[in-house]
């Protein structure tokens, strides 16, 4: 049976699932380290030592995922049965997450929160890793690819950035009571219910409108007895390709990045730039318009230079603008906290750098679909789910090593606990930036020096699916 072309609406469906990943990202990303430690008054390393635990531990699942995802047998396929039964228990447990029992002693706290927290990451990945594994399944072509993984992104993006955008202007306003909106306890439980509600819907709409493809998807390899030893050798020869491994190397250092940057976000947008929740959820929407940018952007130049060559120029672009403000700050270059000037510079410097953040992930996620086929020429088999899982195991993992080694940057400056915008010494802001950008220009550069070690370009690929046509044509004259 022939495989049509993915339309327009296919790719809308299947990017629309990611929102519940976005939604879950910018929950862990942006508020659960404020929310655990200035709000309920977790110690800042408990609650970072907790967020590495559930990430490793998750990150451990996703193989299994993968790998479950390459070889499941079902009337539904490989991918999509997993994908349906994720939809609940993500809704159930990411509202838990936020609506903690009252009166927990401190160690109670950190064990709810641990557990509470894995769960949420493990059934998220029932979704996400089969989900992800589809791109290389619904399309083989080498800029197509490139195209359905920026719906994904933008979906993400948009997903996450419409939740934090409305707990800032809905769940965490300032009152009464909380003169500090992002203080307010009871705002983060309906930020966290509603956010539930968002991701299940999310997903059940992805699985559904990518079902018709369902017969028309790659078939698992044939029943075989199962066998440790096999499976992990299948495992280890999967994973030696060269690309994988030059990928894998650029998001060991992309993810701790990544994740260092996402737990201080809050920290430099309310106690560095002395932000109202209002100028944190306006900031938010420089990166609704960055997603929509990219999205656009991101193919086009893949198709005109390459894969790899638009990653790595991207990346470096990035990495030059997205520190600028804090460190312009630091020479006395930028406009002074609570001027009419500073929203305004904080907004531009924020789109450039995060429209080249996102194009610049768009391309290289695309990079991994072009595995596939490079791996199946050495070792005979589809290797999606593994591919992928791979890899949101790294950024899971590695990411929670970012954010544990934010809560540790916090502590060596001597960041107070209950910190009020305006209270928090001028020398500690001022240290929060000068340990904060060489930490992550430095990271940044060493998954760029992995990027360009990345072999498969448009000509190889193309290749490797001739190569593939001709060995089934032999099987098949056989």
């Given at each position: 049976?022939?495989?049509?072309?993915?339309?327009?609406?296919?790719?809308?469906?299947?990017?629309?699932?990611?929102?519940?990943?976005?939604?879950?990202?910018?929950?862990?990303?942006?508020?659960?380290?404020?929310?655990?430690?200035?709000?309920?008054?977790?110690?800042?390393?408990?609650?970072?030592?907790?967020?590495?635990?559930?990430?490793?531990?998750?990150?451990?699942?996703?193989?299994?995922?993968?790998?479950?995802?390459?070889?499941?047998?079902?009337?539904?396929?490989?991918?999509?049965?997993l994908?349906?039964?994720?939809?609940?228990?993500?809704?159930?447990?990411?509202?838990?997450l936020?609506?903690?029992?009252?009166g927990?002693?401190?160690?109670?706290?950190?064990?709810?929160?641990?557990?509470?927290?894995?769960?949420?990451?493990?059934?998220?990945?029932?979704?996400?890793v089969?989900?992800?594994?589809l791109?290389?399944?619904?399309?083989?072509?080498?800029?197509?690819?490139?195209?359905?993984?920026?719906?994904?992104?933008?979906?993400?993006?948009?997903?996450?950035?419409?939740?934090a955008?409305?707990?800032?202007?809905?769940?965490?306003?300032?009152?009464?009571?909380?003169?500090?909106?992002?203080?307010?306890?009871?705002?983060?439980?309906?930020?966290?219910?509603?956010?539930?509600?968002?991701?299940?819907?999310?997903?059940?709409?992805?699985?559904?409108?990518?079902?018709?493809?369902?017969?028309?998807?790659?078939?698992?390899?044939?029943?075989?007895?199962?066998?440790?030893?096999?499976?992990?050798?299948?495992?280890?020869?999967?994973?030696?390709?060269?690309?994988?491994?030059?990928?894998?190397?650029?998001?060991?250092?992309?993810?701790?990045?990544?994740?260092?940057?996402?737990?201080?976000?809050?920290y430099?947008?309310?106690?560095?730039?002395?932000?109202?929740?209002?100028?944190?959820?306006?900031?938010?929407?420089?990166?609704?318009?960055?997603?929509?940018?990219?999205?656009?952007?991101?193919?086009?130049?893949?198709?005109?230079?390459?894969?790899?060559?638009?990653?790595?120029?991207?990346?470096?672009?990035?990495?030059?603008?997205?520190?600028?403000?804090?460190?312009?700050?630091?020479?006395?270059?930028?406009?002074?906290?609570?001027?009419?000037?500073?929203?305004?510079?904080?907004?531009?410097?924020?789109?450039v750098?995060?429209?080249?953040?996102?194009?610049?992930?768009?391309?290289?996620?695309?990079?991994?679909?072009?595995?596939?086929?490079?791996?199946?020429?050495?070792?005979?088999?589809?290797?999606?789910?593994?591919?992928?899982?791979?890899?949101?195991?790294?950024?899971?993992?590695?990411?929670?090593?970012?954010?544990?080694?934010?809560?540790?940057?916090?502590?060596?400056?001597?960041?107070?606990?209950n910190?009020?915008?305006?209270?928090?010494?001028?020398?500690?802001?001022?240290?929060?930036?000068?340990?904060?950008?060489?930490?992550?220009?430095?990271l940044?550069?060493?998954?760029?020096a992995?990027?360009?070690?990345?072999?498969?370009?448009?000509?190889?690929?193309?290749?490797?699916?001739?190569?593939?046509?001709?060995?089934?044509?032999?099987?098949?004259?056989?």
């Open positions: 049976m022939s495989r049509p072309a993915p339309s327009l609406s296919t790719k809308l469906y299947y990017g629309f699932g990611s929102v519940a990943f976005g939604v879950k990202d910018q929950g862990f990303g942006f508020l659960l380290l404020l929310y655990y430690n200035q709000v309920l008054g977790l110690p800042e390393r408990w609650v970072g030592l907790g967020i590495m635990i559930t990430l490793i531990a998750d990150a451990f699942l996703d193989p299994i995922v993968g790998y479950v995802s390459d070889n499941l047998h079902t009337r539904w396929g490989r991918r999509h049965p994908m349906y039964l994720s939809a609940i228990p993500v809704a159930l447990s990411y509202g838990l936020w609506s903690p029992p009252a927990l002693s401190q160690g109670e706290l950190f064990a709810y929160f641990v557990a509470i927290s894995i769960l949420v990451r493990a059934f998220i990945s029932l979704y996400e089969p989900s992800a594994s791109v290389p399944e619904l399309t083989t072509h080498y800029d197509e690819r490139t195209s359905l993984l920026g719906f994904r992104f933008f979906f993400g993006w948009w997903g996450g950035l419409a939740m955008v409305l707990a800032f202007q809905v769940f965490l306003q300032p009152s009464a009571a909380f003169p500090v909106g992002v203080l307010n306890a009871d705002g983060y439980h309906a930020y966290g219910w509603t956010a539930a509600i968002v991701m299940a819907c999310a997903i059940v709409l992805s699985a559904a409108g990518t079902h018709s493809y369902i017969p028309h998807l790659r078939k698992p390899p044939p029943h075989r007895p199962f066998d440790l030893a096999r499976t992990f050798a299948e495992l280890r020869d999967t994973l030696a390709n060269r690309s994988f491994l030059a990928l894998f190397g650029a998001m060991i250092f992309a993810s701790m990045a990544g994740g260092l940057m996402a737990a201080l976000n809050i430099f947008n309310t106690f560095f730039w002395e932000l109202t929740s209002n100028q944190m959820s306006l900031l938010v929407l420089t990166s609704f318009v960055a997603a929509a940018i990219a999205l656009a952007a991101a193919p086009r130049i893949s198709v005109r230079i390459g894969k790899k060559a638009a990653a790595v120029s991207i990346a470096l672009a990035a990495i030059v603008l997205g520190p600028a403000p804090v460190v312009l700050r630091l020479v006395g270059w930028f406009p002074e906290n609570h001027t009419p000037a500073l929203m305004p510079a904080l907004l531009a410097t924020n789109l750098a995060l429209t080249l953040t996102i194009a610049s992930s768009i391309v290289s996620s695309s990079m991994i679909a072009d595995i596939v086929e490079d791996s199946e020429l050495k070792t005979g088999r589809r290797s999606e789910g593994t591919f992928f899982a791979s890899m949101s195991f790294v950024q899971k993992s590695v990411s929670g090593i970012g954010i544990f080694t934010s809560t540790l940057l916090l502590g060596v400056i001597g960041f107070p606990q910190a009020k915008p305006g209270e928090v010494g001028a020398e500690v802001v001022r240290d929060l930036g000068i340990v904060y950008t060489p930490m992550i220009v430095a940044y550069l060493c998954s760029i992995f990027l360009a070690m990345y072999p498969i370009s448009r000509a190889r690929h193309e290749e490797n699916l001739r190569r593939l046509a001709d060995d089934a044509d032999a099987r098949a004259g056989a």
